[in-house]
Every structure is written in C-alpha cells, then in structure tokens.
C-alpha cells in the first residue's frame, strides 16, 4: 500500500489545487481531477509512478465544480478501463456538460473560462456509477467508503480508505493553503455559489469525525494529521460565515456584495496574519479570489431564505 500521492493541478497558482493517485495492487484511484489543463499532469504522474493510464480504475470528483471535475471526460478519455463514481445529484453534469459549461462561461467570461478551465468532455453514462451513501468501492486490497456530504455543495462527496485511515474531504474540511498553513493549518469555510447550507454542513462534519479518520486530504491544500483537533477551527468558520450573512439579511440588496465582501475581509485577512505572521497584503493575494466567491455564495444563500420567507406566507 501507498501513500497517496498529491499532485497540483495547477489552478491560478502552485499550491492552490490539487487531486489524489491512490494505487494498490496496480489499480488506480484518482481523487479529484481539476480541469482539462491539469489532465497531462495527472498522466504524466501516473506514468512516473510506474503505471499506465489503463491501470486507473476509479475517476471520482468530490463534486463537480469545475476545479474538482472539470477534466473529468477529458482525463476518461485516456483512461479506458475507468468507471467515474461521483454524486448522484452530480452525475447528470459530467455526462453532458452542456449547461455546466455554458453557466460557467457565462460566470468567469469566455476568456477566464478558456485560459483557466477549458471545454467540459462528456463521459459515456455507460462508464458512471453514483456514489451510494456508505457504499464501498474496492481498489486492490483496499476499500474506499463513499460518504454524501453535503453543506458546501449539496451533490459533495468524500471518501475514507479504509486501510489507511485517510479522508479524502473535496472541499468540506474547508481551505488550508500552505501559505498560510505555518505553524500549523489554518482552516476556512469555502461558501462558494450555490449550496451553503451551514446546518448541513456541521451535520456532515460530524458524520466524518465519528468515523475517527487518521488524516483529512484537502484539494485545497495538503493532508494533515489529527482532524478531530482542527475540526472546532472549521466549524468557527461556517459560524463567521453564517453570523456575517445574517448580520447583513435586514440590510437593503443594493451594495450587498460588496459589504459581505468587506465584512469578510475585516474577519478572515487580519485573522490568517495573525496565524500565519504574513503581512495582511501577503494573506489578501492568497485569499483574495476565495473572498469574492464566499460573499457571492453568502449573497445567494440569503435570496434563497428569503424565497423561503416568501414562500412560507402562501
């Protein structure tokens, strides 16, 4: 048995992606798949590490944003004896694409898209498989459990090796980069558009730690030990973000991204410095992009409970 291997699917910026090459038994697991540009990477560390793009037997994004899922088909493609096991909720968008590209396109404008994902290949329904809750998947000797967890996104996944101990967590352990990950991780809540749900959220939290896991492997970034100590630093996060969505749902909607923008920034930059020792400059150019997609994400959580509002008064 191996550790698993990390590899950067060069997203923006070293360091800010990743996915996972599990082997055993020369099958393959590839955990995560970033977008079609990261598909030669992921390739060329198959073939570094003594084995061939037939030998990969499972493909499994977390989810199916584009930085998890994105190279999905392209990378099946080279990949013949593959099945692709993600989220049943998720499945329909890997196996045609079409409006995950479009509202994609549509997002970052056309340009950012091509330079940063690039097209969406299709993957034949006939090489799917949807990720059961607490189902078992077996690679070599080892078995893979499937968990649905769902908070960040609601069609989220992670799966726990069995044989190691390691939690492969997407995006639901929250972001650790390295940057900012000395001297020890420094976790935060990733409240991308659309689905944070933080009461979910806490629930999947809980699902995970009572499976006592030895390490969480975070696409955003790294494996590190002992979750069960960093956990509270998370769930703190959600909470940051739930109590500044809900400071600003009595405010006007005009100017609101951009006061959950600021409050964001007023509560994660100077605490990351603190952390980390780097300059608040420093901690804004890592974590910049990532607040302008929290606040969107806070943005869309609050037009969706006051839908709820609405709709509750018929």
Known sequence: MSNPQLIDIGLYRPGMGACYLLADSSELAIIDCGTRHSVPDILQAITDSGHHPGDVRWVIPTHVHLDHAGGAGHLMAHCPHATLITHPDGLPHLIDPSLLQASASQVY??????????????????????????????????????????????????????????????????????????????????????????????DSLDRLLALSPEVVCLTHYGCYPQPAQLAPQLRASIEQHRDIALQEESNPLSGRLERLCQALTMQLIPAASRHSGLSEDQVQAV??????????????WLARRASRRVGGHH
């Open 109 to 202: 404008s056309e340009a950012h898209y091509a330079r940063h994902y690039g097209d969406l290949d299709p993957v034949p329904e006939v090489r799917c498989q949807a990720a059961d809750d607490h189902a078992t998947i077996d690679l070599g000797q080892r078995q893979l459990q499937l968990l649905q967890t769902p908070g960040h996104a609601n069609h989220h996944i992670c799966l726990l090796d069995q044989a190691t101990g390691d939690l492969y967590t997407g995006d639901t352990f929250g972001l650790s980069y390295r940057e900012l990950a000395q001297p020890g991780p420094w976790l935060v809540a990733t409240t991308t558009p659309v689905a944070f749900n933080p009461d979910l959220w806490q």
């Open 287 to 300: 974590l910049g992009t990532d607040i302008t997609l929290n606040a969107q994400g806070l943005e869309i």
